[in-house]
């Protein structure tokens, strides 16, 4: 190579930029030191005990207290089961009928319905073959008698019979114009009435079991009084005035 071309190279490198600053020895120990003191000082930091502040502390024992004591509570249904104690109490004692129907020789359930509903007889009523059944809904005290003796008094001509138990204990009673009569032995009324009559006295069946088993089942407080008379009316001949009083049933 001629001298030319290394005064040309050495011409070159000098117009190269520098490709990086080049630190000393001295440079290096001071960052090594700075970085070491860094270290040190967040280890430090590292090995102090947590303190938290009281607002903190509160939020941790809130999350980790014991629920408060539920055993003052008393449940929802606590007011249900004790009315439905009461009732069996009663029932037991015999203040309250366990169970009672009116058993008619009428043959349209809604017909014995409508005459519920005019006598202010709260009942659902059954049909059957052997004749309509009236399950009152009014258990308390003297309410079934109440109940039959209106409804007797208010339709002219019908008879019914009243069967009640209270404290297991079966009464059975023929009831004509108002005036109880002649007093049955509970076996002679199951022997001629539907099979569902004895099975509602003694509480092995509900009506609500024998409406899914398919009975016709009519409910007195869904009608008011004209469309009880309009059912009526489409069961019987009135005499003048049109009162059920004066007129009969067929």
Not at 88 to 95: D, F
Not at 229 to 247: D, E, L, N, W
Request: some cysteine.
């Amino acid at each position: 190579m001629s001298t030319d071309e290394h005064d040309n190279n050495d011409n070159k490198d000098q117009d190269l930029p520098d490709s990086g600053h080049h630190l000393s020895e001295e440079e290096v120990e001071r960052a090594l030191a700075s970085f070491e003191a860094e270290f040190n000082q967040d280890q430090d930091q590292a090995d102090q005990p947590v303190e938290y502040s009281e607002s903190s502390v509160d939020d941790e024992a809130g999350l980790n207290s014991e629920p408060a004591d539920q055993s003052s509570v008393e449940p929802d249904g606590a007011d249900g089961v004790e009315a439905d104690f009461d009732q069996e109490l009663e029932g037991l004692i015999g203040n309250r009928a366990k169970a009672a129907v009116m058993v008619t020789r009428l043959a349209s359930a809604e017909l014995l319905a409508a005459f519920c509903q005019i006598s202010d007889i709260s009942a659902w009523c059954i049909q059957a073959r052997e004749g309509a059944v009236a399950v009152l809904r009014n258990l308390d005290g003297d309410g079934p008698e109440a109940a039959i003796r209106d409804l007797t008094t208010v339709v002219s001509g019908l008879s019914a019979i009243l069967a009640v138990n209270r404290a297991d204990k079966l009464e059975v009673t023929l009831w004509i114009s108002g005036r109880s009569g002649q007093t049955l032995a509970p076996p002679i009324l199951f022997a001629a009435t539907a099979d569902f009559v004895e099975d509602l006295m003694i509480g092995t069946t509900t009506v609500d079991r024998l409406r899914q088993d398919g009975a016709a089942v009519f409910d007195s407080g869904e009608y008011n009084r004209e469309k009880a008379m309009g059912i009526i009316a489409s069961h019987t001949r009135f005499g003048a005035g049109g009162s059920t009083r004066q007129g009969r049933v067929e």
